[in-house]
């Protein structure tokens, strides 16, 4: 038996570098006789564009060009990539730069290239646009209405779609019959998914080779090349997408904005290198937002605690255009994970994607499935408080029973294995639930408010079988690629199509490597993020990297120690039926001395001096991987927390997660995941939220105004694990990426509306502010203020 | 992130500061309102006159009073010993200013002449009856700290004028506490309360109480001062006086779409009672 390095929760290797400042982002990168670009931005969330003078700017000093929507001849419109079928979908064309009309605030209307940023800048703000001003529409459901202001001519009444693939007749029969039906509007607010590193793109064209390079901030670089390709008319493969050091995403990243079309197109056409770096308030402005919903929910019951159905109708804003995936995240991340880890039999979902005057939305970290389990989460809430039932054991009443390979469920999906109940309970005893209601009645005698909420949840990650993804629109396959290289000296380098943004990966594969072939993990590089160097692959995103990519380098993997059995049987001219393998080494049966490592039989295969016949030379073998399912990692999480009923501030006591994510290849990594993950979903139900004026501007444009989550408004995190491996993965592993935001914003959320229900409290919009909270405490005594 | 073009110079002494300040421009303190000010654009000075390194403008001397320059940072007010002794409210507030960094780099001085509503040290000193000094072209001459805040970042400094220090009384003989309900994005106050107590055995012989962050500058709250002095502070002095910060600090209010002026009105008379908790504790 081999020593095993998964499961080991070994230092991440980015680290150092990241660390240290050592890393190299797109920003840091300059080359020389670079231009940069600044980019004239509407002031107005909807506004017509009268003129444009920009004689001013292209007399200032170092500017060396000005252009405007009409001058980007050559440049195609941002296509949307993600079609969903049967919804009557309209794409409205989104050029690099507004042509006539501006539609949020943010939108380009023209940019300068100057010498400097500074240069560029000051040029901006001389560029005179006339403007008309149009009214805005921001709230989904608002824009959806008859009257609404229009915000592309050939997208009716602003549904861009209407996705409603389940039989209304069936689920309205169920709630027709049931003895119990709780209805809510649930706002999902607007979120910034404000990545650490900003935005940044610099392009660089050769002319005589009609070569273009990109480097950027991307998540998925190749759909970065194949879509920069279709925009500036560039065969595919004369253009290069690198994304160096990449700080974060959460799914801002995934996208292929204007700007990144404009440093190639202007690049192009100038000669010369062209760089954007957005500021933290551009990122705020024009980066895309996440969530924005307006659901209206139905959940059906019976009267002793039996969930019959679910069924929501869904404004989902889209903001002024439809972003690469964003007609995905509200319909198929969404609508298809109404039954969570329920026995639920009849789910109904129709999903308007509305255009309107904000952001353009896209995935953010969870994207959809955080929308989904909070809303199946707070009904069930609603539920146990019509019917007098605990929560806890209405939840417990509808959980799915084990099963270990494959369960499949109203909304369509077959799951692939999952022990719900045990992580269940595993939660409860952690919390210590009957014992806190205890507490709870004694601390209320007190005037003091507690409350406890428990979330149960399963997801649909690892994106996913290709089949799927064409089934549903997705313009691309969902597989991943990998290489494993092996050098004649016996190092190894991995290379792969994906391309992690600070997730760990580089460890984490690197762990997968190391157990499959018996190379220590310190000479394993995980190389990515260069459309030129590593193999195909449709990027990190969808907590797919490992669950995907760990599945193509464990195949890859396993190919190669095929091979280097084969060879090593040969030269010690053995039959491979004696060949024993242990910890990187070969041996033969019976004659323990004589011994092949790895690298040995890695250094003949290159050398080829004495191949078996029919064997080809080189030690390095590469690996396709279409996953047959996805993969749902599963778990219960719980909050404890005390509202202050002076100030309405919640203080938030205790918080606990088991998670099931399969075996956990690095545990350190995995925590690091859920802890993220839990803050984020934690400061939607707490703090973060977009706020918009009535004329689309944005009032929570910096960090001072927008509640970005800090350390000390969190309890250490008390986590727990089961370990339910995924029958059809290779290494049984399971995505752990967005769990904890899925399942932490209505844990938390329940918790304060338990504390708040012995004030008459039922229902607060989200972020629930102190002064949200005070106001709802104050308006359910009847008194206001 | 990208401001504007403009000049620097550097300041040896108040003398030079003043005369450089005659061209216009701004001063330059710690740079952690005016620069971030100026990245966004929303200020563009032709000229900063870099006044960090005046020794004039720095330390903390404490003799009957306090006497602060007006370069001394945050982090060095609030681990003085004397500043602690002497007015424990002015250490708190300081050390409750932004994070470690901010107040490594950001100046009582800078902080006062900025006048943000939601700054904590302005209620302190409006509490605690500082006197701000000031030097211009025309001499030296002290204000009132509470005719001193004048509205939303206005203060009674003129053009060129410059802060050189801020002296307040020693206070050791008071309870006195500040106590701050911070904003949750930017941690500036939304509300902060200072109180300043003087006892006599059991009974409040004097309460000087203000109010910042709730309202567009540091407010000195007679009505609540009044309901607190001359009682034991018991329960129902408190309701009185939480009752009466309210109506003091009415005409003066400021809010957000987040945290509107009505709630923060109210906040004002919780933090009121917290205050005086703190203090007594
Ligand atoms: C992230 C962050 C968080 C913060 N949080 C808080 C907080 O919680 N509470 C709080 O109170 N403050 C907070 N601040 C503000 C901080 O206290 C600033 O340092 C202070 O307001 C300005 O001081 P400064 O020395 O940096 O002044 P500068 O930014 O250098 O100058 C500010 C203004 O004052 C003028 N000026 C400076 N010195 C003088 C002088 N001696 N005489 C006349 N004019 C002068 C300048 O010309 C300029 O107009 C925060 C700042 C940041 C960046």
Not at chain 1, 107 to 114: F, P, S, T
Not at chain 1, 167 to 186: G, H, L, M, N, Q
Not at chain 2, 68 to 89: L, N, W
Not at chain 2, 253 to 281: H, N, T
Request: net charge negative; with cysteine; charged share 20%.
């Amino acid at each position: 038996m081999s020593t095993r390095i998964f499961g080991s929760g070994i230092k991440r290797r980015e680290d150092p570098r990241l660390i240290t400042g050592e890393a190299r982002y797109t920003d840091d990168i300059k080359l020389p006789g670079v231009l940069h670009m600044a980019v004239v931005r509407s002031p107005y969330a909807h506004a017509n564009i009268v003129s444009i003078d920009s004689s001013a700017a292209e007399a200032m000093d170092g500017v060396v060009a000005v252009y405007t929507g009409d001058d980007l001849e050559g440049l195609a419109g941002l296509p949307t990539a993600w079609l969903i079928p049967d919804s009557d979908l309209k794409t409205p064309e989104h050029p690099a730069l507004a042509k006539g009309k501006a539609r949020y605030v943010g939108d380009g209307v023209a940019i300068v290239l100057a010498g400097d940023r500074y240069q560029a800048q000051d040029a901006a703000d001389a560029v005179v646009v006339e403007y008309e001003e149009l009214p805005a529409v921001i709230d989904p459901e608002e824009a959806a209405q008859e009257g609404a202001p229009l915000i592309h001519d050939d997208v009716e009444g602003n549904i861009a779609f209407k996705w409603a693939p389940f039989d209304k007749e069936a689920s309205d029969a169920v709630f027709e019959a049931a003895d119990v039906v709780v209805s809510e509007r649930i706002l999902q607010q607007r979120l910034l998914p404000t990545a650490m590193e900003p935005r940044s793109a610099m392009a660089q064209y050769n002319p005589a080779t009609a070569e273009l390079t990109l480097w950027c901030t991307s998540q998925n670089p190749h759909i970065h090349r194949f879509i920069i390709s279709a925009v500036t008319g560039l065969n595919e493969n004369k253009v290069r997408v690198i994304a160096p050091e990449v700080g974060g995403g959460f799914g801002s990243k995934i996208p292929c904005y204007p700007d990144e079309a404009l440093v190639s197109w202007a690049a192009m056409q100038l000669g010369v290198p062209v760089k954007w770096t957005e500021t933290r308030s551009e990122n705020y402005l024009i980066t895309i937002h996440g969530r924005d919903h307006v659901q209206h929910v139905d959940m059906a019951a019976s009267s002793d605690g039996k969930i019959l159905g679910v069924r929501a109708t869904v404004y989902a804003g889209m903001g002024g255009y439809l972003s690469t995936a964003a007609p995905g995240i509200p319909t198929i991340l969404h609508g298809l994970l109404y039954v969570g880890p329920y026995t639920i039999d009849s789910v109904y979902c129709e999903s308007i994607g509305v255009m309107t005057n904000g952001t353009p939305t896209d995935a953010y970290r969870g994207a959809g499935r955080p929308e989904a389990t909070f809303l199946l989460e707070r009904m069930i809430d609603n539920v146990a408080k019509k019917i007098g039932m605990d929560p806890a054991e209405v939840r417990r009443k509808n959980l799915i029973p084990a099963f270990e390979d494959g369960y499949d469920v109203a909304a369509g999906l077959t799951y692939d294995s999952g022990d719900y109940p045990v992580a269940f309970e595993k939660a409860l005893g952690m919390a210590g639930y009957g014992e806190f209601r205890r507490q709870q009645k004694s601390a209320a005698a007190q005037g003091r408010y507690l409350g406890i909420g428990v979330t149960a949840y399963t997801e649909m990650c690892g994106l996913g079988p290709s089949q799927v993804a064409g089934a549903v629109g997705f313009q691309g396959g969902l597989w991943e690629s990998a290489t494993v290289r092996v050098t004649p000296t016996g190092k190894v380098q991995a290379l792969i199509g994906a391309s992690p943004h600070g997730q760990g990966s580089e460890t984490t594969l690197a762990q997968i490597i190391a157990d499959e072939l018996g190379f220590a993990v310190d000479d394993i590089e995980v190389i990515h993020g260069d459309t030129t160097e590593t193999p195909m692959g449709w990027g990190t995103y969808g907590s797919r990297t490992t669950p995907v990519t760990g599945a193509a380098l464990a195949k890859a993997s396993q190919k190669l120690k095929e091979k280097a059995k084969t060879l090593a049987a040969h030269l010690m001219e053995a039959s491979e039926d004696d060949i024993e393998y242990a910890d990187g080494s070969f041996s033969v049966k019976g004659s323990p001395d004589q011994t092949q490592s790895i690298q040995d039989v890695a250094l003949m295969a290159h050398l080829a001096w004495n191949m078996p016949e029919g064997m080809d030379p080189g030690f390095e073998e590469s690996q396709f991987y279409d996953p047959p399912n996805f993969v749902f990692p599963f778990g219960t999480h719980i909050a404890i927390v005390e509202v202050d009923s002076e100030t309405g501030e919640i203080e938030l006591q205790r918080y606990i997660a088991v998670d099931d994510c399969g075996p956990q290849i690095n545990p350190e990594i995995v925590a690091g995941q859920i802890h993220g993950g839990v803050v984020q979903g934690i400061a939607q139900a707490l703090c973060e939220g977009v706020i918009y004026d009535e004329n689309g501007q944005l009032l929570t444009g910096t960090m001072m105004d927008y509640c970005m989550p800090k350390a000390d408004m969190f309890p250490n995190f008390e986590l727990g694990e089961t370990v339910t491996p995924s029958p059809h993965h290779p290494v049984g592993v399971k995505g752990v990426g967005e769990t904890g935001t899925i399942a932490s914003t209505p844990t938390v959320y329940n918790a304060v509306l338990d504390a708040l229900a012995p004030l008459g409290v039922e229902q607060i919009d989200m972020p629930l502010t102190s002064a949200k909270v005070w106001q709802a405490i104050q308006d359910a005594n009847g008194g206001g203020s | 992130m990208w401001p504007n073009k403009f000049d620097y110079v550097r300041a040896g002494s108040v003398d030079e500061a003043l005369a450089s300040a005659a061209g216009g421009g701004k001063f330059l303190a710690g740079g952690h309102s005016l620069l971030p000010a100026m990245k966004l654009r929303l200020d563009s000075p032709e000229q900063l006159i870099d006044i960090g390194r005046i020794p004039e403008l720095q330390g903390i001397s404490a003799n009957g009073g306090l006497t602060i320059g007006a370069g001394t940072t945050h982090d060095a007010i609030a681990s003085s010993a004397d500043v602690q002794a002497m007015c424990s409210a002015l250490a708190s507030a300081c050390g409750q200013v932004g994070d470690q960094g901010v107040r490594n780099f950001g100046t009582l001085g800078g902080n006062i002449a900025h006048a943000d509503p939601a700054s904590d040290p302005p209620t302190v000193l409006v509490a605690c009856g500082a006197t701000i000094n000031i030097q211009g072209a025309d001499g030296k001459r002290s204000v009132g700290a509470e005719d001193f805040f004048i509205d939303l970042f206005e203060t009674a400094l003129d053009d060129g004028e410059l802060i050189t220090s801020v002296s307040l009384p020693n206070c050791s003989d008071c309870q006195c506490a500040y106590v701050k309900f911070p904003h949750p994005a930017s941690r500036y106050a939304i509300v902060g309360v200072a109180v300043c107590l003087k006892m006599d055995g059991d009974t409040c012989a004097q309460a000087d109480v203000a109010v910042g962050g709730a309202t567009v500058k540091a407010v000195k709250c007679a009505d609540a001062e009044a309901a607190l002095a001359g009682t034991t502070l018991d329960e129902a002095a408190l309701n009185a006086a939480a009752e009466a910060v309210k109506a003091d600090i009415a005409e003066d209010l400021i809010g957000d779409i987040a945290y509107p002026e009505s709630y923060r009105q109210q906040m004002a008379g919780v933090f009121l009672k917290r205050a005086i908790a703190a203090a007594q504790g």
